[in-house]
């Protein structure tokens, strides 16, 4: 992995602080979309009483954002990822009064010391097993040992894993995600600067220890796969904008750990990056989405025809088939199965917007589609990012699970999305909106162990009485 510097105290071995490629990139990513954000926030929270304090917050999270990134200690790395969730927690309730913004900042407490402590364990059993507390000295150890039996690294992995998933918002301990839509739009989209994306940096950092670790990989798997079925299909219901990007980043995030539980780590880090940058230019946009959903609403709805599926169909696979043999790797299909979905519903979408005149277009953004897949996909492999690492062989098992878990993905999506009105699918829809119940049942159980003072919400004041009583008097 390519180092560009390290920096520590005199006297002392170790570094604390070192900088790679892929620290790199999300350091560059941090403060772009850091910098972004206070500029936005400075025009967006005009008028607010607080404004400075707002500021400052965001400004903490960033700069303990940045000490995960650059840290090469384990104890400098958790006084950093312990400030994170410290920090966000004063965002989350700008709005004090707001019930729900109080509830999803006491929830995001409670889930942010579950996963201090378990990383915490796992930073004593990695010194326990290695003697030291440099990440680089215990990372270069797996080069040089086979430490796959080594029972501290796998449970020290498995609780790695467990607090990537805890920090990435899983379900069912998703619900203070969806909730931060009560506080500031820009603390939505901070969340997508290294905090709720977190979680994945941390599996891509402690890459090589998980990799011979394969019960970890199975662990993300099977939280990740049913987590990202189920947010994407509740965002495909949801109406309010914000609460449909929230479930659209735990899907993401779902994703991405499903990519690490793959092995492919670098095209995790190009997910984590892209994602980051679209989500929070959506959350910054979100009030200009009403009205593009408003249009897609309007819009009047066409069947599909047979035709028209078997074309895209064809032109799918062409697409698909040229991309895999342009790629010399080896590694899992399902990835591929994953863009040919993709590319298969943009094709057929035309129809339900009656867009009869659009299909070079669409055929064109396809085939766009599937060439900047194909080349950002061989430059992360291409580039020194992450050392050799053993992925998930080719038709092996993890990789047909997740080619079947998205390929149910999108026959239930098309559904929804093209057969509205059956009675089986409306039954799904409404059950969907209500996310399955999954997250009432979470809050309750953790306001029966853990209460908290919810303020009551604030309701609209009365409509002031007209003055009568003046318009008697001084009608003649």
Same mark, same amino acid.
């Given at each position: 992995?390519?180092?560009?510097?390290?920096?520590?105290?005199?006297?002392?071995?170790?570094?604390?602080?070192?900088?790679?490629?892929?620290?790199?990139?999300?350091?560059?990513?941090?403060?772009?979309?850091?910098?972004?954000?206070?500029?936005?926030?400075?025009?967006?929270?005009?008028?607010?009483?607080?404004?400075?304090?707002?500021?400052?917050?965001?400004?903490?999270?960033?700069?303990?954002?940045?000490?995960?990134?650059?840290?090469?200690?384990?104890?400098?790395?958790?006084?950093?990822?312990?400030?994170?969730?410290?920090?966000?927690?004063?965002?989350?309730?700008?709005?004090?009064?707001?019930?729900?913004?109080?509830?999803?900042?006491?929830?995001?407490?409670?889930?942010?010391?579950?996963?201090?402590?378990?990383?915490?364990?796992?930073?004593?059993?990695?010194?326990?097993?290695?003697?030291?507390?440099?990440?680089?000295?215990?990372?270069?150890?797996?080069?040089?040992?086979?430490?796959?039996?080594?029972?501290?690294?796998?449970?020290?992995?498995?609780?790695?894993?467990?607090?990537?998933?805890?920090?990435?918002?899983?379900?069912?301990?998703?619900?203070?995600?969806?909730?931060?839509?009560?506080?500031?739009?820009?603390?939505?989209?901070?969340?997508?600067?290294?905090?709720?994306?977190?979680?994945?940096?941390?599996?891509?950092?402690?890459?090589?220890?998980?990799?011979?670790?394969?019960?970890?990989?199975?662990?993300?798997?099977?939280?990740?796969?049913?987590?990202?079925?189920?947010?994407?299909?509740?965002?495909?219901?949801?109406?309010?904008?914000?609460?449909?990007?929230?479930?659209?980043?735990?899907?993401?995030?779902?994703?991405?750990?499903?990519?690490?539980?793959?092995?492919?780590?670098?095209?995790?880090?190009?997910?984590?990056?892209?994602?980051?940058?679209?989500?929070?230019?959506?959350?910054?946009?979100?009030?200009?989405?009403?009205?593009?959903?408003?249009?897609?609403?309007?819009?009047? !709805?066409?069947?599909?025809?047979?035709?028209?599926?078997?074309?895209?169909?064809?032109?799918?696979?062409?697409?698909?088939?040229? !991309?895999?043999?342009?790629?010399?790797?080896?590694?899992?299909?399902?990835?591929?199965?994953?863009?040919?979905?993709?590319?298969?519903?943009?094709?057929?979408?035309?129809?339900?917007?009656?867009?009869?005149?659009?299909?070079?277009?669409?055929?064109?953004?396809?085939?766009?589609?599937?060439?900047?897949?194909?080349?950002?996909?061989?430059?992360?492999?291409?580039?020194?990012?992450?050392?050799?690492?053993?992925?998930?062989?080719?038709?092996?098992?993890?990789?047909?699970?997740?080619?079947?878990?998205?390929?149910?993905?999108?026959?239930?999506?098309?559904?929804?999305?093209?057969?509205?009105?059956?009675?089986?699918?409306?039954?799904?829809?409404?059950?969907?909106?209500?996310?399955?119940?999954?997250?009432?049942?979470?809050?309750?159980?953790?306001?029966?162990?853990?209460?908290?003072?919810?303020?009551?919400?604030?309701?609209?004041?009365?409509?002031?009485?007209?003055?009568?009583?003046?318009?008697?008097?001084?009608?003649?």
């Amino acid at each position: 992995m390519l180092t560009f510097f390290t920096l520590g105290l005199p006297g002392m071995t170790d570094p604390l602080l070192r900088l790679t490629l892929p620290g790199l990139l999300m350091l560059l990513l941090v403060t772009g979309l850091g910098a972004l954000l206070l500029r936005y926030s400075s025009r967006y929270m005009a008028g607010e009483p607080h404004m400075k304090a707002f500021r400052l917050q965001m400004l903490g999270v960033l700069l303990a954002v940045a000490l995960v990134i650059l840290s090469d200690h384990l104890l400098l790395l958790l006084i950093g990822w312990m400030l994170v969730g410290s920090c966000l927690h004063r965002l989350l309730v700008f709005y004090p009064e707001r019930p729900f913004a109080v509830l999803a900042a006491h929830k995001k407490f409670l889930l942010t010391r579950l996963s201090d402590c378990l990383l915490l364990i796992a930073i004593l059993l990695l010194w326990q097993s290695h003697g030291s507390f440099s990440v680089s000295r215990i990372l270069e150890s797996y080069q040089a040992l086979d430490t796959a039996g080594n029972a501290l690294d796998t449970t020290a992995a498995m609780l790695i894993a467990l607090t990537a998933l805890l920090r990435s918002a899983q379900l069912p301990f998703h619900g203070w995600l969806i909730q931060t839509v009560e506080a500031p739009t820009p603390v939505s989209a901070l969340l997508h600067a290294g905090v709720i994306n977190l979680g994945g940096f941390l599996l891509i950092l402690f890459a090589p220890l998980l990799a011979g670790t394969p019960v970890a990989h199975w662990l993300l798997l099977l939280v990740a796969g049913p987590s990202l079925l189920l947010a994407a299909l509740i965002m495909a219901v949801r109406a309010s904008v914000k609460v449909r990007l929230a479930w659209s980043t735990s899907a993401q995030m779902s994703l991405m750990l499903i990519e690490c539980a793959l092995g492919l780590y670098e095209l995790a880090l190009l997910h984590l990056l892209a994602h980051s940058l679209y989500k929070a230019h959506a959350f910054l946009r979100s009030g200009e989405q009403v009205n593009d959903q408003s249009l897609q609403w309007l819009a009047p !709805a066409a069947p599909l025809r047979t035709r028209d599926i078997v074309l895209a169909c064809l032109a799918t696979l062409l697409l698909c088939l040229a !991309a895999v043999s342009f790629s010399a790797g080896q590694g899992p299909l399902a990835p591929w199965a994953w863009l040919g979905l993709a590319v298969f519903g943009l094709l057929i979408e035309r129809r339900s917007l009656q867009q009869h005149d659009a299909v070079g277009y669409r055929l064109l953004a396809a085939v766009a589609l599937v060439t900047c897949f194909s080349l950002l996909k061989w430059l992360v492999e291409a580039l020194p990012l992450i050392d050799p690492l053993p992925i998930a062989t080719r038709l092996g098992v993890a990789d047909l699970l997740v080619a079947l878990l998205f390929g149910g993905l999108f026959a239930i999506a098309s559904l929804l999305r093209f057969q509205p009105r059956q009675p089986i699918v409306r039954t799904l829809a409404r059950h969907l909106y209500a996310g399955l119940y999954v997250d009432e049942l979470i809050t309750r159980l953790t306001l029966r162990l853990w209460p908290v003072h919810l303020p009551q919400p604030q309701q609209a004041a009365p409509p002031r009485p007209l003055a009568t009583a003046h318009l008697k008097e001084t009608t003649p």
